[in-house]
């Protein structure tokens, strides 16, 4: 395994009290590629999510993120907003975390909030409406148009996000975590909650940002057909702890994995099996 | 014919219902009243308990919620249940949708023009200072408040942080009115920052008291910093405003001297409401430019869902400090405005009493809407005057005005929001969607 990692978990440990909730978690997520974390419910999986998005500072462990031009950065040494600023690492959350009461492209132009802070000259330039900041605002919006046009919410990118459809809801905000242009994007339950054709219609958007962007993708999933379909490389935890890693096809074969989830939920084994067939 | 017509249903409750109501209503009152209203108790003349009823006040008293009791249901019927559509014409709909788009402008002319219609009326000329000086404060902190979500309960420690600025550099320095404006603003704004800083990170409540204790600090600095506030009594001989130099007095040197015209008092009073004026269109002009630069939009992203500003790269501590700071200073530009226009400051203008009135208008108009702030800032000190004539009554006929519009538009006076950028059309935000903030 000598592959071109962007992220480079090593043994990653996260304690709240005395309860172990991640213990010793090494994995790494590749380059380009879509890199799922599966598992029982309660397995530790949106616990690593924040430690990699610097909501929780691990125990012990270090991240490692490399960025495309080589440069390095330790995330367990940054906190909160640098994630993403400095680091680069988007993420949506398993509930929805829209701005309701704002528009669908007014969420995307929060997203680029550091970028048009700049262009705005710490909001003075902006103050006096000089030309380059209206050059980077216009810039701003068609970067937000062409995410909207990509999500298929065009026409509806002057509702208010809280009215819109779920699955919408759902794809606004992978799109918002894509206008801060991050190099990893971190996806808690994309599919968690949509329907059939919404879930396929969310694999060919992830497979299009992987292709067109370039951005690697490390995804949380329940939906065994989503991440049986899309996933590079899938990494299984149960109880804190990694279980197995491979391709699809092999952890669809893992005995280990059949087991944790028998053991833990019959419904989640048995679609485990079924998408396996 | 396949459907049978269909059958009027839901009707409304009928007598027996009103009836029952008002009875449960009535006894209430019989319970509560015969004690408070029908036996009265005192101190005989050698200290002896005496009492006496009043029977027929309780009457009159158990009546009047029975008859205000049927009068409320038949008038809770008649309007229909909360929520409901009703078919409104569509050339009234359009009337007073045009009618909403005129009032702003047609507000700003009268605004302008009241300096020319009432002249010779100080008493209404005063009051326009007054209000507009409101309508500044509740601009200022419509930014903290109504954009950024976070409850401030001190602003006033900002308005009198910028009137002592004035005051003392004015008579200790001899520095002049246009100087200090940008001082008492970069003043307030610097203690809005000191604020801020510790109160970073609390939430709701936590941050409701912190303000209001960081207003009470200042007050009582200031009437305890004897040797450099004057304390209790204040800071007197605050020099006026001067029009860019040229004095407003009756002197030689004077504007009406060098015009050429008779000199008249009121031209100082003429030239405050538009120096208040100018500066209240600034605090505007500066907060709508603000709210469609992305510091606007993080402040309201903030009000909106602090966790996901964070994961959005936001850095939402500084995002914070410069809403407080941004609402200090334009409430420390108010303050050098009371300071010159009073002539005199005390701690007294600067109670907690201003802080929940200014906050009172920001909840009124509608949290992040201007025009409704400054619609509130007219009714709300406006409308006090108005009842003055009500005497002791005043305070209850205004009590009860801001509970029937706090039932009829519980967010405000306007509660929808209007976008900050638009692709298509620009439609306005319903307030259900739109979150209050919680710090």
């Not at chain 1, 208010?160 to 206008?179: H, K, S, W």
């Not at chain 1, 899938?234 to 699809?248: L, R």
């Amino acid at each position: 395994m000598s592959g071109d990692h962007i992220l480079s978990v090593d043994r990653l440990s996260m304690r709240f009290g005395g309860i172990v909730a991640v213990n010793d978690l090494s994995f790494n997520a590749e380059r380009r590629k879509i890199t799922a974390l599966i598992g029982p419910n309660g397995a530790g999986k949106t616990t690593v999510f924040n430690c990699i998005t610097g909501f929780y500072k691990p125990t012990s462990g270090a991240m490692r993120l490399v960025h495309d031009d080589g440069h390095a950065i330790q995330l367990e040494r940054l906190n909160d907003f640098r994630i993403s600023k400095l680091a680069r690492v988007a993420r949506t959350f398993q509930n929805i975390r829209l701005f309701p009461g704002m528009t669908a492209l007014e969420n995307l132009m929060v997203a680029q909030h550091n970028a048009l802070m700049r262009a705005s000259g710490l909001t003075f330039l902006g103050l006096i409406g000089a030309p380059s900041w209206r050059k980077a605002e216009q810039a701003a919006i068609d970067l937000a148009q062409t995410w909207l046009d990509r999500i298929g919410l065009l026409d509806r990118a002057d509702d208010a996000a809280g009215n819109l459809p779920y699955g919408d809801q759902r794809r606004l905000e992978i799109a918002r975590a894509m206008c801060t242009q991050p190099a990893l994007l971190c996806l808690d339950e994309p599919a968690a909650g949509l329907n059939a054709r919404e879930s396929a219609a969310l694999s060919e958007l992830l497979l299009s940002i992987r292709g067109d962007q370039g951005t690697s993708i490390l995804l949380i999933e329940h939906d065994m057909s989503v991440v049986m379909e899309i996933s590079d490389h899938v990494v299984v935890m149960d109880h804190g702890i990694k279980i197995a890693e491979g391709t699809p096809q092999q952890i669809r074969d893992d005995p280990k994995v059949i087991a944790a989830y028998l053991g833990a939920d019959e419904e989640e084994a048995i679609a485990v099996m079924e998408s396996g067939t | 014919m396949s459907a049978p017509p269909a059958v009027q249903t839901s009707r409304a409750p009928g007598a027996a219902f009103i009836l029952k109501k008002a009875l449960i209503s009535a006894l209430v009152a019989l319970v509560l009243f015969s004690l408070m209203i029908g036996v009265r108790t005192d101190a005989g003349p050698d200290g002896q308990l005496t009492y006496w009823t009043r029977f027929g006040d309780l009457a009159a008293m158990v009546a009047t919620v029975f008859g205000g009791s049927i009068v409320l249901e038949l008038l809770r019927q008649w309007w229909g249940p909360v929520g409901t559509i009703r078919v409104v014409p569509p050339a009234v709909q359009s009337t007073l949708s045009l009618a909403g788009r005129l009032v702003a402008p047609v507000l700003l002319v009268f605004t302008f023009l009241v300096p020319v219609l009432f002249y010779n009326e100080r008493y209404i000329l005063d009051l326009g200072i007054l209000v507009l000086t409101y309508v500044m404060l509740g601009w200022g902190l419509n930014v903290v408040v109504g954009l950024a979500g976070l409850l401030d309960l001190g602003y006033v420690a900002f308005y009198a942080v910028g009137a002592y600025s004035y005051a003392l550099l004015a008579t200790n320095f001899g520095l002049s009115f246009w100087v200090c404006l940008p001082l008492a603003g970069i003043l307030a704004a610097f203690w809005g920052v000191l604020l801020g800083f510790p109160v970073l990170r609390l939430r709701g409540d936590y941050l409701a008291i912190v303000t209001l204790a960081f207003g009470e600090i200042i007050r009582l600095v200031i009437i305890n910093w004897q040797s450099l506030t004057g304390g209790p009594n204040g800071v007197t001989g605050i020099p006026r405003p001067t029009l860019f130099g040229i004095p407003l007095t009756p002197g030689d040197d004077g504007l009406a001297a060098m015009l050429g015209i008779e000199f008249s008092p009121t031209h100082r009073v003429v030239f405050l409401f538009y120096l208040i004026l100018a500066l209240a269109l600034l605090t505007n002009w500066v907060t709508i430019r603000l709210r469609r630069l992305p510091i606007g939009r993080a402040w309201e992203a903030l009000r909106e869902d602090e966790v996901a500003c964070r994961a959005l790269g936001i850095n939402t501590t500084t995002t914070k400090l410069t809403a407080f700071a941004t609402g200090a200073m334009f409430g420390g530009f108010a303050g050098a405005f009371f300071a010159t226009r009073q002539g005199f400051i005390s701690p007294e203008s600067f109670t907690f009493h201003e802080s929940a009135l200014v906050l009172a208008i920001v909840v009124l108009g509608g949290m992040g809407s201007q025009l409704g702030v400054a619609l509130a800032a007219l009714a709300m000190i406006g409308g006090f005057e108005l009842f003055r004539g009500l005497e002791q009554y005043r305070m209850l006929v205004f009590g009860m005005a801001m509970v029937l519009l706090m039932i009829w538009r519980p967010r405000g006076l306007i509660g929808h929001r209007a976008p900050t950028v638009f692709l298509k059309t620009n439609q306005a935000i319903s307030s259900d969607l739109v979150k209050e903030g919680h710090g």
